[in-house]
């Protein structure tokens, strides 16, 4: 008897397995691509798509989900949701969409905002796959330079210089003709970046299946018996690197992606994979950064749904049984609901829980443990500047640069953010230059004999707090005296990297924490959103910041479910479509993935036989 009854519980948990995994149809296809059309560089009709304002009478009727931001996982949580038969409305609170993936034009320059490169964009690639299904096909990339990265370590004289490549083995390579002594430290740091991109799925699947089912797996040590990622995750950068090598120089191109956690602070799995992400080639959108945001709102579009802007959302509504049913919207003086059975927050966790969830949801004790596994990130300060010439004329090249006063960043990031707000803009410690125009191949076309550069560092929020009550661009004398300390040491600094741009030097415009509040809608100026220190990648941490929250019907898409970046926030934007539909749909695109595979392999086969 008690046989009979494990069969047939065996037998229901492989059936109900099975149909979670296969039975639900994919939101996916090869059928659903296209060729790319050409490109749209009539500015009127782009402005239809991502610059298309909120009023009731565009709203969809029969919503099945509402998107809260329209940045890139945002919009990939809609278009997956919108190609699986939802109906669905995004709402951003700026008069542009794409969050860090738009761009903005002045005086004759197009600045990317957020997307600076982008790698794992090659052919069959699971990344492309995902690309090319939310724009189905529309999208372009241009494959820069193998030498994509350099870093400077030091100042004057004693400035050291590495050129980072890409290329299956020719990374390797390069990095060890420039460290001939760590050989060893190399390949070993190369093995890691390996188990990292190949185990990484084992993280991510944490978030997929049952919550109690990810707990019992690494608290009982099962996990850690089927892969070693799941301790790599919770480990230091800096203690690891420690058992590595003691070049410091070598430390910091292990390190040198920051986002604001010095690397004692941060986790060797993310350092690792944000080195891996660029091995096969680093990448640009032809057309700009705007075009990812361009074409998958067009799709959402093609399947009944929209997407509005100045449409900022004042209160997610939920119900008396705890439910969340839609969305306040602000229009003018008034507050317009939308409703939908289904809400997706793509504008970070704090605003989501602190600022959109009703007063007396927020307080609850299931809301505030979610929060507190959460730290707040740093600020983003960027300079966007635009010169008169051309990138040849001025010496400017598609290489992005990492430059680092001294190559002890555990220190320089710990004693520049214990600074005061006055010593600050004198003691940057490091900063990150991109030449968007030298990227795009169809740059010059748009804005002939001009040319535009973006610099990056990371400050502290609280450093700008005191003009936080102000208007944009109406800030007075002392903030603006303020961020253009910072602006002039950097601008002077990136000068000593490229001499001929201080003379053609046009036009500059600077954004602090405070602008990124207002045009981005990031916590704190927090671009990258909330902070990536270790803690938030114990693999406990990971298997409970899901896309799911403790609000019924309230989903979390975006940079604060898995990580940082472009690609970070396009998989949260996968993990919580496959929350939504409950229906994994990576097992969809690893499906088009072997699918393209063969039909390649018999291309090249129909090809080899008309050779002979």
Same mark, same amino acid.
């Given at each position: 008897?008690?046989?009979?009854?494990?069969?047939?519980?065996?037998?229901?948990?492989?059936?109900?397995?099975?149909?979670?995994?296969?039975?639900?149809?994919?939101? @996916?296809?090869?059928?659903?691509?296209?060729?790319?059309?050409?490109?749209?560089?009539?500015?009127?009709?782009?402005?239809?798509?991502? !610059?298309?304002?909120?009023?009731?009478?565009?709203?969809?009727?029969?919503?099945?989900?509402?998107?809260?931001?329209?940045?890139?996982?945002?919009?990939?949580?809609?278009?997956?949701?919108? &190609?699986?038969?939802?109906?669905?409305?995004?709402?951003e609170?700026?008069?542009?969409?794409?969050?860090?993936?738009?761009?903005?034009?002045?005086?004759?320059?197009?600045?990317?905002?957020?997307?600076h490169?982008?790698?794992?964009?090659?052919?069959?690639?699971?990344?492309?796959?995902?690309f090319?299904?939310?724009?189905?096909?529309?999208?372009?990339?241009?494959?820069?330079q193998?030498?994509?990265?350099?870093?400077?370590?030091?100042?004057?004289?004693?400035?050291? %210089?590495?050129?980072?490549?890409?290329?299956?083995?020719?990374?390797?390579?390069?990095?060890?003709? =420039?460290?001939?002594?760590?050989?060893?430290?190399? %390949?070993?740091?190369?093995?890691?970046?390996?188990?990292?991109? !190949?185990?990484?799925?084992?993280?991510?699947?944490?978030?997929?299946?049952?919550?109690?089912?990810?707990?019992?797996?690494?608290?009982?040590?099962?996990?850690?018996?089927?892969?070693?990622?799941?301790?790599?995750?919770?480990?230091?950068?800096?203690? @690891?690197?420690?058992?590595?090598?003691?070049?410091?120089?070598?430390?910091?191109? @292990?390190?040198?992606?920051?986002?604001?956690?010095?690397?004692?602070?941060?986790?060797i799995?993310?350092?690792?994979?944000?080195?891996?992400?660029?091995?096969?080639?680093?990448?640009?959108p032809?057309?700009?950064a705007?075009?990812?945001?361009?074409?998958?709102?067009?799709?959402?579009?093609?399947?009944?749904?929209?997407?509005?802007?100045?449409?900022?959302?004042? =209160?997610?509504l939920?119900?008396?049984?705890?439910?969340?049913?839609?969305?306040?919207?602000k229009?003018? =003086?008034?507050?317009?609901?939308?409703?939908?059975?289904?809400?997706?927050?793509?504008?970070?966790? $704090?605003?989501?829980?602190?600022?959109?969830l009703?007063?007396?949801?927020r307080?609850?004790?299931?809301? =505030?443990e979610?929060?507190?596994?959460? !730290?707040?990130?740093r600020?983003?300060?960027l300079?966007?500047?635009?010169?008169?010439?051309?990138?040849?004329?001025?010496?400017?090249?598609?290489?992005?640069?990492?430059? $680092?006063?001294?190559?002890d960043?555990?220190?320089?990031?710990?004693?520049?953010?214990?600074?005061? &707000?006055?010593?600050?803009?004198?003691?940057?410690?490091?900063m990150?230059?991109?030449?968007?125009?030298?990227k795009?191949?169809?740059?010059?076309?748009?804005?002939?004999g001009?040319?535009?550069?973006?610099?990056?560092?990371?400050?502290?929020?609280?450093?700008?707090?005191?003009?936080?009550?102000?208007?944009?661009?109406?800030?007075?004398?002392?903030y603006?005296n303020?961020?253009?300390?910072?602006?002039?040491?950097?601008?002077?600094?990136a000068?000593?990297?490229?001499?001929?741009?201080?003379?053609?030097l046009?036009?500059?415009?600077?954004?602090?924490?405070?602008?990124?509040?207002?045009?981005?809608?990031?916590?704190?100026?927090?671009?990258?959103?909330?902070?990536?220190?270790?803690?938030r990648?114990?693999?406990?941490?990971?298997?409970?910041?899901?896309?799911?929250?403790?609000?019924?019907?309230?989903?979390?898409s975006?940079?604060?479910?898995?990580?940082?970046?472009?690609?970070?926030?396009?998989?949260?934007?996968?993990?919580?479509?496959?929350?939504?539909?409950?229906?994994?749909?990576y097992?969809?695109?690893?499906?088009?993935?072997?699918?393209?595979?063969?039909?390649?392999?018999?291309?090249?086969?129909?090809?080899?036989?008309?050779?002979?």
């Amino acid at each position: 008897m008690w046989l009979l009854i494990l069969l047939v519980w065996l037998v229901i948990w492989a059936g109900g397995t099975y149909w979670y995994l296969f039975g639900k149809p994919s939101p @996916f296809s090869l059928e659903s691509l296209r060729p790319p059309g050409p490109r749209e560089f009539d500015q009127k009709k782009r402005d239809k798509v991502i !610059k298309q304002g909120f009023s009731v009478d565009k709203v969809p009727q029969n919503l099945d989900v509402i998107v809260i931001g329209s940045g890139i996982g945002g919009l990939t949580a809609g278009a997956t949701l919108a &190609k699986a038969g939802k109906k669905v409305l995004v709402l951003e609170q700026h008069d542009q969409a794409g969050g860090c993936c738009h761009t903005y034009i002045e005086k004759g320059f197009e600045f990317d905002v957020g997307l600076h490169y982008i790698g794992q964009v090659h052919d069959n690639s699971l990344l492309r796959i995902a690309f090319d299904q939310i724009t189905e096909g529309q999208l372009e990339f241009q494959e820069l330079q193998p030498h994509f990265d350099t870093v400077q370590i030091g100042l004057g004289d004693e400035r050291r %210089e590495y050129k980072i490549f890409s290329g299956k083995h020719e990374m390797k390579a390069h990095l060890i003709k =420039q460290f001939p002594n760590e050989t060893e430290a190399i %390949e070993k740091f190369f093995k890691i970046m390996k188990l990292s991109a !190949k185990k990484t799925h084992f993280l991510a699947s944490m978030k997929l299946i049952p919550q109690w089912i990810s707990l019992f797996l690494l608290k009982s040590g099962i996990a850690d018996l089927v892969s070693p990622v799941f301790r790599l995750s919770g480990t230091s950068a800096t203690d @690891f690197m420690n058992t590595l090598t003691d070049n410091k120089d070598l430390q910091v191109i @292990f390190s040198y992606f920051f986002y604001g956690v010095p690397p004692k602070e941060s986790s060797i799995l993310i350092n690792a994979l944000l080195i891996h992400h660029y091995k096969r080639g680093a990448y640009y959108p032809k057309g700009g950064a705007s075009e990812i945001a361009f074409h998958i709102i067009r799709t959402i579009q093609k399947y009944g749904g929209n997407c509005l802007v100045r449409a900022p959302v004042s =209160q997610i509504l939920v119900n008396g049984n705890g439910a969340a049913y839609g969305v306040k919207v602000k229009k003018g =003086q008034e507050e317009v609901e939308v409703h939908a059975p289904v809400v997706v927050s793509n504008c970070g966790i $704090f605003t989501t829980f602190q600022k959109l969830l009703p007063p007396e949801i927020r307080v609850r004790h299931d809301i =505030q443990e979610r929060l507190n596994m959460m !730290k707040h990130g740093r600020g983003s300060f960027l300079i966007f500047s635009g010169f008169d010439g051309t990138a040849e004329e001025l010496g400017l090249v598609s290489t992005n640069f990492w430059l $680092f006063k001294d190559n002890d960043m555990d220190k320089s990031m710990e004693d520049f953010f214990a600074m005061s &707000k006055e010593e600050a803009p004198d003691n940057i410690p490091m900063m990150f230059i991109t030449v968007p125009s030298a990227k795009d191949p169809e740059a010059n076309i748009r804005h002939p004999g001009k040319s535009c550069m973006t610099i990056l560092t990371m400050v502290k929020y609280e450093w700008f707090e005191e003009w936080k009550d102000s208007t944009v661009r109406k800030r007075g004398d002392g903030y603006y005296n303020y961020k253009m300390r910072f602006a002039k040491n950097l601008f002077d600094w990136a000068c000593t990297v490229f001499p001929k741009i201080k003379d053609k030097l046009v036009f500059q415009d600077v954004a602090t924490p405070l602008t990124n509040m207002h045009y981005l809608g990031a916590q704190r100026g927090a671009m990258y959103s909330a902070e990536h220190n270790v803690e938030r990648f114990y693999a406990e941490a990971v298997a409970r910041n899901r896309s799911s929250t403790p609000v019924k019907n309230l989903y979390i898409s975006g940079q604060d479910v898995f990580s940082c970046g472009i690609a970070g926030a396009l998989h949260g934007g996968l993990l919580c479509a496959s929350t939504v539909l409950d229906h994994i749909v990576y097992i969809d695109l690893l499906f088009l993935k072997k699918k393209l595979k063969r039909k390649k392999a018999r291309e090249l086969a129909q090809l080899a036989k008309k050779k002979l």
